[in-house]
């Protein structure tokens, strides 16, 4: 897979982390009990995955 068609197919699931962190947030609003251990674990995966090794390849340089 070429390096364009790999950070298209990353973007793709950024996206899809950033959804689910919309329904969380969706949920909260309607007073749903929502694990802090979840909202927590989908932060670090951003931060993981889109922060650290995603903008890594797209820059050349780790993210500070």
Known sequence: M???ESLK???RIIEK?????D???EA???DFD???ELIREAVDLV???ADGYHNTKET???HV
């Open 47 to 49: 931060q993981e995955c």
């Open 28 to 30: 909260l609003q309607k």
């Open 34 to 36: 929502v694990p802090v």
């Open 2 to 4: 070429e390096i364009t």
């Open 9 to 11: 197919s990353e973007h």
């Open 23 to 25: 329904s969380l947030v």
């Open 60 to 62: 050349g340089r780790a």
């Open 17 to 21: 982390i950033l959804g689910a962190m």
